[in-house]
């Protein structure tokens, strides 16, 4: 037989799989965190095997653009799981008769639950176990819930993917879970995160802070991420700087916001600080890459995503030293103890101050933002998914 007229050479040898995919998170008019990782995981998955059936579970009407391939079956399964009743209701009743009626090989979810009572193999993504080192930031019901299923849903799931080594060594702290049983799979920032030219950065800056330069924070308005000491950091930045420069806080109004609105009411440096609510992308792309530099002081991440938005912008970075944003950055930005705002403010001065320190974390972290990208992603959460049917893999 001549090997060239063959098909291309798989890693697949076994008969083609059902898999079925949790794909509640992707909404329409709310894409974000788990919405975008499943996103831009799943529409790279499904056109990257072609040869296997994807069945799409979601919990309410969905948007034909989610069907990202021919390969790819959606069907809805309602009520929407929207607190913790409903969640159990959903994972352990809608999904395991799903399942079962569609014949499913896998079963994939990326939001950190899984079905305690299905008997077809699971891959878990696991995000993060911020309800246990900041137990406050998250709503009472919703705690209980972590608290009580996250054992056993890391116990049932035959593979379980990750996105950073720190938060593989927490899971397995805390759960004595397996190394062997976790894949770390990143996350990464898209690609229309790039640097703007210097005429839409006057641009951006005479439209947001009145032509005035500023470091930018991205993301949710939510206590973990930190901001009352991002504030206090501001303010001894403007007393030693005697600068007319800004703090633009670009993200959505998340749980718990009124006290940080509260207090911005009575903050000295309140007319510096410009909050933008939610941003669209395209736009947040110009606000990022206008910006003099990102800090991102949040007290606890899986990843950190912003970190890696803000190097493919050609911003530098100040972040949380002791976390996942360590590992992500490397030595491609400033770190700081969250926790103490003087220091977060010492390392925004260092950039101010030292031009060439910022033009060398700006180059480090060109360089540092290319070792992170959703194909890469895919490819790892791939080989995690065929950790639940080993016989279908070949490396």
Known sequence: ???????????????????????????????????????????????????????FIFDRPFDKRFVFSSNVKAIVAGPPARHPVLWKWWYDIQVPRLLKKHKADVFLSCDGFCSLTTKVPQCLVVHDLSFIHYPSFIKKSHLLFYKHFTAKFLEKAKSIGTVSAFSKNDIVASY????????????????????????????????????????????????????????????????????????????????????????????????????????????????????????????????????VEAMRCHVPVVTSINSSMQEIAADAALFANPTDHTDIADKMMLLYKDESLRNRLIQKGIERAKEFSWDKTAKLLWQALMKCNPDSYRD
């Not at 998170?25 to 790279?44: A, K, T, W």
């Not at 790039?194 to 802070?209: F, G, I, K, S």
């Not at 600080?273 to 606890?300: D, H, Q, W």
């Open 1 to 55: 037989m001549d090997l060239a007229l063959l098909p291309a050479q798989t890693d697949y040898l076994c008969p083609l799989m059902k898999i079925a995919v949790n794909t509640r998170f992707l909404l329409n008019d709310y894409l974000e965190g788990y919405g975008y990782f499943i996103y831009e995981v799943l529409s790279r998955i499904v056109n990257d095997h072609p040869e296997h059936e994807f069945l």
């Open 176 to 307: 004595k879970v397996s190394e062997e049983k976790i894949t770390v799979v990143y996350s990464a920032a898209k690609e229309i995160f790039h640097p703007v030219d210097y005429a839409l950065q006057e641009q951006t800056r005479n439209q947001y802070t009145a032509g005035k330069n500023y470091f930018i924070y991205t993301g949710a308005i939510h206590p973990r991420k930190n901001l009352t000491q991002l504030l206090k950091a501001f303010s001894v930045f403007k007393k030693r700087q005697k600068s007319d420069w800004k703090l633009v806080l670009a993200g959505r109004l998340a749980w718990k916001y009124e006290r940080f609105k509260e207090s911005l009411k009575t903050y000295k440096y309140r007319d510096d600080v410009v909050l933008t609510g939610y941003i669209e992308e395209k736009e947040l792309v110009n606000l990022i890459g206008s910006a003099y530099a990102m800090v991102y002081p949040s007290l606890f991440e899986g990843f950190g995503v912003p970190v």
